[in-house]
């Protein structure tokens, strides 16, 4: 037998159920992609942060190891920062590389604007290169520090902290020196 309820179709609360499920599993939906979206961007600076220190790392190793011969690489100290000299002859000329890290303003550690920098100077006939400004070298990766040392056994180990405060390290191995 028919009523009028069964003839009727639906009633209000089984579609308010299913908009409000319907509702919650949006809602979970976004919540899950923008937390999905945070973590790709965490992992993505992340890798950035890594590949950039890894090529600076290779770059500073393979510039080492192209022009290792016997006291060809040694570090100096102008105007009161330490950097690491790379002596290199073309021909009759002799040049040097300075690689050093530079930041014009230390005491400001809200605007780290330190580099890593190198310059390519001539050296003159009586061993010396000409002054430079600190900040004339050309910039090859920002950094909040980057230290090295060269020890007693031909072994250079760098240190660089990135802009995130992470340090990372490496050693190469000078083979004239060994």
């Known amino acids: ?19 409000t499920l319907f509702l919650l599993l949006s809602a979970l939906s976004i919540s899950i992609i923008i937390a999905g979206s945070t973590v790709y961007e965490k992992i993505s600076d992340n890798m950035d942060n890594n590949y950039d220190r890894r090529v600076t790392f290779s770059y500073l190793a393979t510039k080492i ?5 016997g006291g060809s690489i040694y570090i100096e100290e102008k105007s009161g920062v330490k950097m690491m000299a790379i002596k290199e002859n073309y021909g009759e000329w002799a040049y040097v590389t300075y690689i050093y890290y530079y930041d014009p303003t230390p005491e400001d550690t809200e605007n780290d604007d330190g580099y890593i920098r190198e310059i390519f100077l001539e050296i003159e006939s009586d061993g010396s290169t000409i002054d430079f400004d600190l ?5 090859i990766i920002k950094s909040k520090g980057f230290s090295f040392d060269l020890n007693g056994n031909g072994i250079i180990k760098m240190s660089l902290m990135d802009e995130n405060g992470k340090v990372q390290s490496t050693k190469v191995v000078l083979r004239s020196q060994g």
């Open 1 to 19: 037998m028919l009523t009028k309820s069964n003839v009727s179709g639906f009633t209000l609360i089984p579609v308010l159920f299913v908009l």
């Open 65 to 69: 190891r192209q022009n290792d011969s």
């Open 135 to 139: 900040e004339d070298g050309d910039p």
